[in-house]
Nanobody, 120 residues
Framework: VQLQASGGGLVQAGGSLRLSCKAF????????VGWYRQAPGKQRELVAE???????NYAESVKGRFTISRDDAENIMMLQMNNLKAEDTAVYYC???????????????WGQGTLVTVSS
């Protein structure tokens, strides 16, 4: 089972990007999901998450600009990023807690990261 992220790229400040992350493999259920980012020289930080069956939380710095969503039928999570700023430049990682089989423990899984560069 693996998560594959896509959608990063170079965009001007004020522009938009949509990140996607698809889970491949045999999966029983995907529970909490989230997007994190890591800028050069900084620690990885939470950007947005969906937990507890549907509660969305956002970092203060992205509230009102980013929207996290998921399509459980396709095992995909998305991050719509609008009004991008130079400080949003980072490698973005998707994360999911996945249950492989009925009754098995959850496993936390990271995607490989996708680079978002916002030019000012």
């Amino acid at each position: 089972v693996q998560l594959q992220a896509s959608g990063g790229g170079l965009v001007q400040a004020g522009g938009s990007l949509r990140l996607s992350c698809k889970a491949f493999g045999t999966i029983y259920s995907i529970n909490d999901v989230g997007w994190y980012r890591q800028a050069p020289g900084k620690q990885r930080e939470l950007v947005a998450e969906i937990i507890g069956g549907g509660v969305a939380n956002y970092a203060e710095s992205v509230k009102g600009r980013f929207t996290i969503s998921r399509d459980d039928a396709e095992n995909i999570m998305m991050l719509q990023m609008n009004n991008l700023k130079a400080e949003d430049t980072a490698v973005y990682y998707c994360y999911a807690r996945i249950r492989l089989r009925v009754g098995s423990d959850e496993n936390g899984l990271w995607g490989q990261g996708t680079l978002v560069t916002v030019s000012s």
